[in-house]
């Protein structure tokens, strides 16, 4: 009976998959013999890499976006020590919210996990964190690898999360308008915040 159940879940992941993606039946089963592989050789089911699938899906990563995915956001998983479909959900979070393109995920999984690796956070933390600052830094022209540094560096001063995803976004809102006692700081030095030739803020 459990086997069964696991099975009609697999089969109702991948039917929601093939919706979502608009796939023929050979694309959906290309997937579905994608996720039943990584079943057997990592640590993760096949249906927990169906439901990754229907993330990145929901996301509107394209049957061969989301077959070239699903080994780079395994990665992701494993260095974070989450499931593979918090670790979908998490970088696809962060693309949308960065306006990057879903071939860019490869890259966004990267740059998480590099960091996550690096710096004293983890990809929760990270994913906090960049959630308060991300909006903000893309008004603002910042790279993605810029902000992420940032928020690994704030880590390894013990300022995780929430606390270094707002710290960030009060900082930059700061040096975009800068007032008072920060206005006549920056202009007693003479330092330029906004880089004239972009109107963007300068590289952090």
């Known amino acids: 009976k459990e086997i069964f159940n696991l099975t009609a879940e697999f089969g109702s992941m991948m039917s929601r998959v093939q919706a979502l993606t608009g796939a023929t039946d050979e694309m959906t089963n290309a997937l579905s013999n994608q996720a039943q592989v990584l079943g057997k050789k990592t ?3 096949a249906s927990q890499a169906a439901e990754a ?4 899906a929901q996301a509107g990563l394209s049957v061969n976006q989301i077959y070239t995915a699903m080994p780079n956001t ?3 998983a494993a260095a974070g020590q989450i499931e593979l479909a918090e670790a979908a ?3 696809t979070n962060i693309m949308s919210a960065y306006g ?3 071939e860019d995920l490869g890259r966004v999984n990267d740059i998480i996990a590099n960091t996550a690796t690096n710096a004293n956070t983890n990809v929760r933390e990270f994913a906090e964190a960049f959630k308060m600052v991300g909006p903000i830094a893309k ?3 910042q790279k993605i690898e810029d902000v992420s540094a940032a928020i690994g560096l704030l880590g390894n001063a013990g300022i995780k999360g929430t606390m270094a995803g707002t710290a960030l976004r009060t900082m930059m809102s700061k040096l975009i308008k800068p007032t008072g006692d920060a206005a006549k700081v920056l202009k007693k030095f003479a330092i330029e915040t906004i880089d004239k030739s972009t ?3 300068r590289k952090l």
């Open 89 to 91: 959900d998490i970088s």
């Open 74 to 76: 395994l990665e992701l």
């Open 43 to 45: 640590q993760f089911t």
């Open 53 to 56: 699938m229907t993330f990145l």
């Open 100 to 102: 990057l393109q879903a």
């Open 139 to 141: 008004s603002a022209g």
């Open 199 to 201: 109107g963007n803020l």
